[in-house]
């Protein structure tokens, strides 16, 4: 169980996830930001809950937020869903263009960065160098803005209110994009070309309520080794 500052004034919450997934973490930031109260329920990948299924009938899969019965999917809905839901610390900013560009830049890093990374992991030969290729160039967007938005004043992309939506959802790459360079044999991450992002990087994993989340770099890359050999193991065999 994971308790916060902040009691839950509006029902129980109880958050299902797996231990090694980047978007059950990002889950987990946005109720520490918040100060909610939380029970984390640990899922098998390998024999999911009936509660996870009846939850999530549609995709099967984690994070699910239940709170007071009623069951959120997908780690980018569920954290609107928190910031709607408690008004404390806002996650996204108030001004409806800021919001809007917020918005856009989660759905370009999912979109551009997210997952070709995941596709990444689980190919090699030449569909995985055009993975990598769409990333690289993707993180140079990410480094451009990071440039635009970043000094030495402002160290997240949240502004003056510090971490916010685009840092929760960006920040999965802090632990898990080296994790996945070293399991998947390619390299993203360069700190010669990406000097905003790599600081954005380190200036998030001191943050107070993310470091202790952040999971051994072994422990995962021990992981994602073997999820990607049973992978490929099973389109080899297709």
Sequence with gaps: MANSSVADQEGQVMLLGFWFSPFVKRVEWALKFKGIEYDFVEEDSTNKSALLLNSNPIHKRVPVLIHSGNPIAESLVIIEYIDETWKQSPILPEEPY?????????????????????????????????????????????????????????????????????????????????????????????????????????????????????????????????????????????
């Design 98 to 238: 800021e919001r809007a560009m917020a918005r856009f830049w989660a759905s370009f890093i999912e979109q551009k960065v997210t997952e070709p990374t995941r596709a990444a992991l689980f190919s090699q030969g030449e569909q995985q160098e055009k993975k990598v290729k769409e990333i690289k160039e993707a993180m140079e967007v990410v480094e451009g803005e990071a440039k635009a938005k970043l000094n030495d004043k402002t160290l997240f992309f949240g502004g003056g209110n510090g971490v916010g939506y685009v840092d929760i959802v960006l920040g999965w790459t802090c632990n898990w994009m080296e994790t996945i360079e070293e399991v998947g044999g390619f390299k993203v991450l360069d700190p010669e070309s990406q000097p905003q992002f790599h600081k954005w990087m380190a200036n998030f994993r001191e943050v107070p309520f993310i470091k202790p989340t952040l999971e051994p770099k072994e422990k995962l890359v021990e992981f994602f080794r073997m999820v990607r050999q049973d992978r490929l193991g099973l389109v080899a065999n297709e």
